[in-house]
């Protein structure tokens, strides 16, 4: 078994009417990029549900430079109607993250939860990466201040 110790959280970047699950992310991941499978690990969906996507004991395909030592989570949704980045996911999918964070964190030495966008360079030097450095908005909120006094 590889050695997890960062969770990265990722969005679907779809619309809030777009009720998608793993088999269409996998499907745009293997059909549209020619990957081998689903590059995230889990799914979140709109009602809630976690779904599994890429098996957790091979590498993901979701944060370059980070898919070796870390677990790959995607909510449904994360921009709005016209494209733009939006946090529109709902009470039940963050209760799920919950739920799923807490078990992946029982079962491996988690150092870090993050989103995507934290995970980008750092431009200016500052230690921080700040809105301006994003390489992408994903996931569409803050997720170390969401799950903060939470897990």
Same mark, same amino acid.
């Given at each position: 078994?590889?050695?997890i110790?960062?969770i ?6 779809? $619309?809030? +009417?777009?009720?998608? *699950? &793993? !088999?269409d /992310? @996998?499907? %745009?991941?293997? !059909?549209?990029?020619?990957w +081998?499978? /689903?590059?995230?690990?889990?799914? /979140? $969906?709109?009602? *809630?549900?976690?779904e599994?996507?890429?098996?957790i004991?091979? &590498?993901? &395909? #979701? ?9 790959? /989570? ?9 494209? $733009? ?6 009470? =039940?999918?963050?209760? +799920? ?7 992946? @964190?029982?079962g #491996?030495?988690?150092d ?7 995970? +980008?360079?750092?431009?200016?030097g500052?230690?921080?990466? !700040?809105? #301006? !450095? %994003? =390489?992408? &908005? ?9 799950? $903060?006094?939470?897990?």
């Amino acid at each position: 078994m590889r050695t997890i110790n960062l969770i990265v959280v990722h969005c679907s970047a779809t $619309k809030p +009417s777009m009720d998608i *699950g &793993a !088999e269409d /992310i @996998r499907r %745009w991941h293997v !059909e549209d990029n020619g990957w +081998s499978d /689903i590059g995230y690990h889990f799914v /979140i $969906k709109r009602d *809630g549900e976690i779904e599994i996507g890429r098996p957790i004991d091979r &590498a993901g &395909a #979701h944060c370059y430079g980070h898919n070796k030592y870390s677990i790959g /989570i995607c909510m449904v949704g994360g921009i709005d109607d016209s494209g $733009k980045p939006e946090n529109n996911f709902n009470e =039940v999918q963050f209760e +799920s993250l919950l739920t799923l964070v807490r078990g992946l @964190r029982n079962g #491996h030495p988690i150092d870090d939860i993050c989103g995507h966008r934290d995970l +980008s360079p750092d431009v200016d030097g500052d230690g921080e990466v !700040e809105q #301006h !450095e %994003w =390489v992408k &908005a994903c996931p569409s909120f803050d997720v170390r201040d969401n799950l $903060k006094g939470r897990l």
